[in-house]
């Protein structure tokens, strides 16, 4: 995985909240703390993602739909 690559992704993610947590307020808990075990399981190519929770919602018109739930193992 090239440093390029990590720093990309990581200016994607900075855009997004989770919990109404931003990348940056865990940056310093999570990805400082375990940078080099991260870039190893990826060029070890044994980096697993966590799963999606799929919840059905309703629509508007009575209907309902799935939505995707990012999950974050802390």
């Known amino acids: 995985m090239e440093r390029n690559n ?3 992704a990581h200016l994607r993610a900075k855009k997004k909240r989770i919990d109404n947590t931003t990348v940056d307020e865990l940056l310093p808990y999570h ?6 075990e991260l870039i190893a399981s ?7 993602t966590t799963p999606v ?14 939505l995707g739930i990012l999950t974050v193992v802390v």
Do not use: A, S
């Open 42 to 48: 990826l060029h070890d190519d044994n980096y697993k």
């Open 31 to 36: 990805l400082r703390e375990n940078k080099t």
């Open 6 to 8: 990590l720093n990309q």
């Open 53 to 66: 929770k799929w919840v059905k919602i309703p629509n508007l018109n009575g209907g309902v739909r799935k």
